[in-house]
T-cell receptor, first 111, second 115 residues
Framework: QKEVEQDPGPLSVPEGAIVSLNCTYS??????FMWYRQYSRKGPELLMY????GNKEDGRFTAQVDKSSKYISLFIRDSQPSDSATYLC???????????FGRGTSLIVHP | GAGVSQTPSNKVTEKGKYVELRCDPI?????LYWYRQSLGQGPEFLIY????????DSGLPNDRFFAVRPEGSVSTLKIQRTERGDSAVYLC?????????????FGPGTRLTVL
């Protein structure tokens, strides 16, 4: 079992839909949680970062962490075709600096 | 430019050859990271530099892989006796310091194909 599990998709939604992307993890020592967006043939770009259970909002994006269930989510409201990309969750243990990435979920938002 | 740059963008080589991949981090960033991303997978950590020294090379898969950062800026990832299984996108990232809350900024990657 991988430390971070993520469904690869693809997830296809119509423009304007609410998108839910999820990861599960196995190591309770994980303390820092991140979401990256990666466009085709580009490097990952940090979208959201949080270290506590609960919700964190930034514009159309909301990151949610449930440490008791070892489950993290990214919600995208009013999705746009420009949101079409691969979304990677990444998690860091306390005291470390190296993220462990999920395999990424491919999102397609069609007009 | 202000971002992390990597050269070449694509490299095709034959099995058994030696390759060098270059990373130019954001100016002033002391921490530099190399990752490898295989098709359909997330990036996997290879090695991390703080300044000129390799602070953590635990992700290097074997002794065919080596990286240097002699002046604390540009880094080169070197792969000897390449194998087909080395084919992947090699990503470089830099951050201002090595704190676990510091944002890592990624370059576009070098796509390595070993024939």
């Amino acid at each position: 079992q991988k430390e971070v599990e993520q469904d690869p998709g693809p997830l296809s939604v119509p423009e304007g839909a609410i998108v839910s992307l999820n990861c599960t993890y196995s190591n309770s020592a994980f303390q820092y949680f991140m979401w990256y967006r990666q466009y085709s043939r580009k490097g990952p770009e940090l979208l959201m970062y949080t270290y506590s259970s609960g919700n964190k909002e930034d514009g159309r994006f909301t990151a949610q962490v449930d440490k008791s269930s070892k489950y993290i989510s990214l919600f995208i409201r009013d999705s746009q075709p420009s949101d079409s990309a691969t979304y990677l969750c990444a998690i860091i243990t306390g005291g470390s600096y190296i993220p462990t990435f999920g395999r990424g979920t491919s999102l397609i938002v069609h007009p | 430019g202000a971002g992390v740059s990597q050269t070449p963008s694509n490299k095709v080589t034959e099995k058994g050859k030696y390759v060098e991949l270059r990373c130019d981090p954001i100016s002033g960033h002391t921490a530099l990271y190399w990752y490898r991303q295989s098709l359909g997978q997330g990036p996997e950590f290879l090695i991390y530099f703080q300044g000129t020294g390799a602070a953590d090379d635990s992700g290097l898969p074997n002794d065919r892989f080596f990286a240097v950062r002699p002046e604390g800026s540009v880094s080169t990832l070197k792969i000897q006796r390449t194998e087909r299984g080395d084919s992947a996108v090699y990503l470089c990232a830099s951050s201002l310091t090595d704190g676990n809350t510091d944002t890592q900024y990624f370059g576009p990657g070098t796509r390595l194909t070993v024939l």
